[in-house]
């Protein structure tokens, strides 16, 4: 996995009540610093998220940026991202690396102690904990997990020598809390947003991320 603090989620819902149109999102992302980015689209038709995966690929390629698609491993396939981030309830990881093969990213999204200890023999690349903090930007049926399930989370995912990701509610004014608390990376949906200029956006996140590192 791309050892980037910031994984830009670029939400096609969330883009769409912004004003943005999805691609222009992402190449705002990657003109502002962003070299993570996964894509977001719940509720797109099949043929259309696959033509806006590929694009979105073609796109990153240029800034030598790593693409994941959020829940369908058959896009991440045939589009040529570099990988899959999944949920609790979509394809088990054993099956995600049976169509991705075993060189592609997977992602895993965690909430609960006990999804962190069942992902311990699981192929993946990356743990993901959330939502930190309240959000409304993503539904998770979980409430908040706070910072001292991402300091158990970071314990547990070093263990294994994984990186971490936290997501929900991750704000500029919160991300280095985040890092503080032992995530490798923090995933940003709607704060990318605030302004209308996620590409001053994103290179602040980068910059406040870059501080909390050190």
């Not at 979105?56 to 940026?65: I, S, Y």
């Not at 909430?111 to 409304?136: E, K, M, N, R």
């Not at 503080?180 to 940003?188: D, L, R, T, Y």
Request: proline residues 3%; neutral net charge; aromatic residues 4%.
């Amino acid at each position: 996995m791309t050892s980037s603090p910031l994984c830009a989620i670029v939400d096609a819902d969330a883009s769409a009540r912004a004003g943005w149109q999805l691609l222009d999102l992402a190449r705002a992302c990657l003109d502002g610093g962003a070299r993570f980015l996964q894509l977001r689209a719940k509720s797109m038709p099949g043929a259309d998220l696959l033509e806006a995966s590929t694009r979105l690929v073609a796109l990153a390629r240029r800034f030598d940026a790593t693409v994941v698609i959020n829940d369908r491993a058959d896009i991440a396939a045939l589009s040529g991202a570099d990988g899959v981030h999944v949920g609790q309830e979509d394809l088990a990881p054993d099956d995600v690396r049976r169509v991705v093969g075993d060189r592609a990213i997977v992602g895993l999204s965690t909430h609960t102690i006990h999804q962190l200890d069942a992902a311990a023999t699981a192929p993946v690349s990356y743990l993901a904990i959330g939502p930190v903090f309240g959000t409304s930007t993503k539904d998770t049926g979980y409430d908040a997990v706070g910072l001292e399930m991402v300091r158990e989370a970071s314990r547990r995912a070093a263990a294994r020598g994984l990186p971490l990701v936290a997501i929900g509610g991750i704000t500029l004014g919160r991300a280095a809390s985040v890092i503080e608390a032992g995530a490798s990376s923090v995933a940003v949906i709607g704060d990318l947003l605030v302004g209308d200029d996620p590409r001053k956006r994103t290179r602040e996140f980068l910059a406040r991320l870059g501080r909390a590192h050190v």
